[in-house]
């Protein structure tokens, strides 16, 4: 054999049989590597999506009971209702404010007998809701069908609300018991869960929380649902999810990390190039066996860390069921095992060995009466596997019968087994609340019987007038607004107002009884001869009202006035005595323009004044003249208030001279309104309107705030005013600002003067204005009389005031020059104030032969246009600088 052959065992096949171990090993370590890297990738996953679990289950813990302990709260407001149907909004709000007093994400309690919200609390905010009928609304009207339906709570949502926002709604049936045992549906209670408040409660809007989550709603035949809280991507991302059981439908709760699964996920290349390490070096096995009890001790400390967690929701939860005295239970349907918690034992008052009951032990606690029912139900809930809502009574072995109310859900567990688990509480109280307001609603439907009849009587009594017996004020106002609903054209009447003429003269001489034999007399006339059909009302003292009926249309009541005023007119006798009284009469008929029967009673009232302003004892008809004369006047008026809002009333001035030696001695500061359409009106065109108004006072102190201005202002240019005059009213006379003015102000005694207007009358017994003119004089003001000698001014007011100034009517000056016996006339007039020591001012000087006669007569001072007209503020200054009235002193002094 050729030594060049190559033998089997080569060199080169030797080689590759010693990488074959090598290639082995790393061929095995790679699959260990992979083996081990799933499984630390599997194992995180796990961990991963357990720690989501855990944290979405407490979320939906959170939300179960947040719900389930509002929907207690509102079960107060259906015991009520139950036993209160005919509740009032005042008495819903008030059981609101006690009921949900605590803070609680209910939003609004709404109550809709029939389906139609009547009654909501709060108020403020949810107004948008009254009216809402369910049985109309697209969006509601299933949920509030199946309440009726079932006749039991049925929890729906999100739902979105009138109001804005969404919520979740508890609607809850209010069955009322009838006094013949039946029951009636009353209708709904609706719950509106804020939707938000429920969210921040559970923990959602938590920026600590580590968890997307996402929550859709399931119901049947719903496939795919959106999320209504959350994103569309939690629910693409492999989530992690769990149901919530609403009744009418559920919720699916998803979450996801932050971020998604691989944000969370560890990195796996720490461990991967630690294992790359070992298959290179062979590193010491105690180096694995430390990276192991490190991983270990890890994952004691996560499992240590989630057992605290579970253990601290588990004391929240115990100390929230503790706190609500709530029971728990839970019931096997295939081993029949009843688990109760230690409140369940003593809701029921049974001793049961490790809270482990049975089926029979609940049953031997109902109540005989309710035992039936309370079966038939549990029954039905767990063949159905529907939410199970029941209320019965439970006897206590000392014989105490409480009423229990049990909540309950179906499920099954991991070997498919059906379990039902539930709570029970205590509802006595409530039920002894509900009997009590039962009999006080009793006890208040008969007082309310009584009542109602006591109130026909009172009525009746309010609606008519003691003395006649006829309708009154009050009857006629419903009168009126029963007429006003009907058209005008099918209610053409007439309105007549009366009042009786003399009356108070009577009352005041011959007493009260006089006066009510003359009222029920005046009633008698009226009934007696007014038309058949027609409204007859006493309205005031001595006023009466008639009010055509339809049927009279057309009749002659120009002509039924007359009869009426005659036959009013009539002598009555009481107690010896003749009693005879007047009648006017205003008459009004309702027409296109005055359609409103309000407008005609004013009407008639119109003309009634009317007929007494004519002379009383008359009948006047309401026409279009006194219309307008009413809304001249009413403009007036306005105008008035509007000018002294806008200080348009002035003061104007007309200086006074001396009769002999024409100096200027004084200033009389005259009323002026500034009126921005009409220019300057004199007070003949506003006083009546003023007095009438009652402002006459202010317009008094405008004109002497002004007159004291000028007057400071004439003195400060050099041209001193001896006195300055201004006119004041009775109502002036009676302001205390006037007194509180004039106490403030620092005038000269005897500069300032007021002149009583001619209105005002001393011939009578006013012992009060007489008291207050001495208070001005008192305080260094003269007094003046006006206008005396045309009528209102006499000598009595002489005497009883001793006036500075005396000034004589322009009516006894005109005529001066004509009359001999005019001139004797003033001259007795200017003595008898020379002799009280009166200083006499003559107004109405029209020429300077007036001048001339009236200074012969002895007078002291001249007014009038001869001299100087009435003149603005800005040309008095000019006026008295220049002294143009003495243009006619030399023709004075030489006559």
């Given at each position: 054999m050729s030594a060049n052959h190559h033998h089997p065992l080569a060199p080169s096949r030797i080689l590759k049989l010693h990488y074959l171990p090598a290639a082995v090993a790393v061929v095995a370590m790679a699959v260990v590597m992979l083996l081990v890297d799933w499984q630390m990738r599997d194992s995180d996953n796990r961990d991963m999506r357990q720690q989501v679990l855990r944290d979405l289950v407490r979320i939906r813990t959170e939300l179960e009971s947040?719900?389930?302990?509002?929907?207690?709260?509102?079960?107060?407001?259906?015991?009520?209702?139950?036993?209160?149907?005919?509740?009032?909004?005042?008495?819903?709000?008030?059981?609101?404010?006690?009921?949900?007093?605590?803070?609680?994400?209910?939003?609004?309690?709404?109550?809709?007998?029939?389906?139609?919200?009547?009654?909501?609390?709060?108020?403020?905010?949810?107004?948008?809701?009254i009216g809402l009928d369910y049985t109309k609304n697209e969006a509601q009207r299933a949920a509030a069908m199946k309440v009726r339906e079932t006749r039991q709570l049925l929890l729906t949502g999100p739902v979105k609300l009138l109001q804005g926002g969404e919520a979740v709604i508890a609607r809850f049936p209010v069955i009322q018991t009838l006094p013949d045992g039946s029951e009636n549906f009353w209708g709904i209670v609706s719950a509106v869960f804020d939707l938000e408040k429920l969210y921040e409660a559970s923990g959602l809007r938590g920026r600590d929380l580590d968890i997307d989550v996402a929550i859709a709603v399931v119901r049947p035949g719903l496939q795919d649902a959106s999320p209504f809280f959350g994103t569309v991507e939690t629910l693409s991302d492999n989530p992690v999810s769990v149901t919530m059981r609403l009744g009418h439908e559920d919720w699916r709760l998803s979450a996801i990390p932050k971020g998604g699964w691989s944000a969370m996920a560890a990195n796996p290349w720490g461990t991967r190039l630690l294992m790359l390490l070992i298959s290179l070096v062979v590193v010491a096995p105690m180096i694995w066996t430390g990276r192991l009890t490190e991983e270990r001790e890890r994952h004691l400390r996560i499992l240590r860390d989630r057992e605290d967690e579970m253990q601290a929701l588990s004391q929240r939860l115990q100390i929230a069921l503790e706190t609500s005295k709530i029971g728990v239970w839970d019931f096997d349907t295939t081993s029949g095992v009843l688990i109760w918690d230690e409140r369940m034992r003593d809701l029921y008052d049974v001793q049961v060995p490790e809270g482990k009951a049975s089926y029979a032990d609940w049953k031997g606690a109902l109540h005989p009466a309710d035992l039936a029912q309370a079966e038939a139900d549990f029954a039905k809930a767990i063949a159905t596997e529907q939410q199970y809502e029941n209320q019965f009574r439970v006897i206590w072995r000392n014989g105490d019968v409480r009423h229990v109310r049990a909540i309950g859900t179906t499920y099954r567990d991991s070997l498919g087994h059906k379990k039902i688990v539930g709570v029970n509480w205590d509802v006595t109280?409530?039920?002894?609340?509900q009997e009590d307001l039962r009999r006080a609603k009793q006890v208040s439907d008969v007082q309310n019987e009584q009542l109602e009849e006591a109130r026909l009587v009172m009525e009746s009594a309010a609606m008519h007038d003691a003395l006649t017996g006829l309708p009154n004020r009050r009857y006629l106002d419903r009168i009126v607004a029963d007429y006003e609903q009907r058209p005008a054209e099918e209610m053409a009447l007439t309105v007549m107002h009366i009042d009786l003429d003399r009356f108070k003269d009577i009352n005041d001489t011959l007493g009260h009884a006089a006066g009510d034999r003359i009222l029920r007399h005046a009633a008698t006339t009226l009934a007696e001869l007014v038309f058949v059909g027609d409204f007859l009302a006493r309205i005031g003292g001595d006023e009466f009202v008639v009010i055509s009926a339809p049927d009279n249309r057309g009749k002659d009541y120009m002509e039924l006035a007359g009869r009426l005023i005659e036959a009013i007119s009539r002598p009555v006798l009481h107690e010896g005595h003749e009693c005879r009284v007047g009648s006017s009469i205003g008459i009004a008929t309702r027409s296109a323009a005055d359609s409103r029967i309000e407008q005609v009673l004013v009407n008639a009232d119109i003309a009634l004044y009317e007929a007494k302003r004519r002379g009383r004892n008359r009948v006047e008809s309401f026409t279009d003249f006194l219309r307008q004369e009413v809304v001249n006047t009413k403009r007036t008026a306005d105008e008035i208030l509007r000018g002294l809002e806008q200080n348009e009333f002035m003061a104007y001035f007309q200086p006074q001279f001396d009769a002999h030696t024409l100096e200027l001695v004084g200033l009389e500061a005259l009323a002026r309104w500034d009126h921005p359409t009409k220019g300057i009106l004199a007070p003949a065109a506003f006083l009546d309107i003023a007095e009438s108004l009652k402002v006459v006072a202010q317009i008094d102190a405008a004109v002497l705030n002004q007159a004291l201005l000028q007057q400071f202002r004439l003195n400060a240019s050099g041209f001193p005013v001896p006195k300055v005059s201004v006119?004041?009213?009775?109502?002036?006379?009676?302001?205390?600002?006037?007194?509180?003015?004039?106490?403030?102000?620092?005038?000269?005694?005897?500069?300032?003067?007021?002149?009583?207007?001619?209105?005002?009358?001393?011939?009578?017994?006013?012992?009060?204005?007489?008291?207050?003119?001495?208070?001005?004089?008192?305080?260094?003001?003269?007094?003046?009389?006006?206008?005396?000698?045309?009528?209102?001014?006499?000598?009595?007011?002489?005497?009883?005031?001793?006036?500075?100034?005396?000034?004589?009517?322009?009516?006894?000056?005109?005529?001066?020059?004509?009359?001999?016996s005019q001139q004797k006339l003033v001259a007795s007039i200017i003595e008898i104030g020379r002799s009280r020591g009166i200083e006499i001012v003559a107004e109405g000087v029209e020429t300077m032969a007036h001048a001339h006669v009236l200074r012969d007569l002895g007078c002291n001072i001249l007014q009038g246009y001869a001299l100087a007209r009435p003149m603005p503020p800005g040309e008095l200054l000019g006026f008295i600088g220049e002294r143009r009235w003495l243009a006619g002193r030399d023709a004075v002094r030489q006559a």
């Open positions: 947040d719900i389930h302990g509002n929907v207690k709260l509102v079960q107060g407001y259906v015991a009520a209702l139950e036993t209160e149907p005919g509740m009032s909004q005042q008495r819903y709000s008030e059981l609101g404010t006690r009921i949900l007093q605590h803070e609680t994400v209910i939003r609004n309690v709404a109550a809709a007998p029939d389906f139609v919200v009547s009654m909501i609390y709060p108020m403020k905010g949810n107004e948008k809701v109280e409530d039920v002894r609340l006119n004041v009213s009775a109502q002036r006379l009676m302001d205390e600002t006037l007194f509180e003015r004039l106490e403030n102000l620092s005038f000269r005694p005897g500069s300032l003067s007021f002149e009583l207007l001619e209105s005002i009358s001393f011939d009578g017994e006013d012992r009060e204005l007489v008291h207050q003119i001495e208070r001005l004089k008192a305080l260094g003001a003269d007094i003046e009389i006006d206008d005396f000698g045309s009528g209102h001014a006499s000598i009595v007011t002489l005497l009883k005031l001793t006036p500075r100034r005396l000034k004589i009517d322009r009516q006894l000056v005109i005529p001066l020059l004509e009359s001999r």
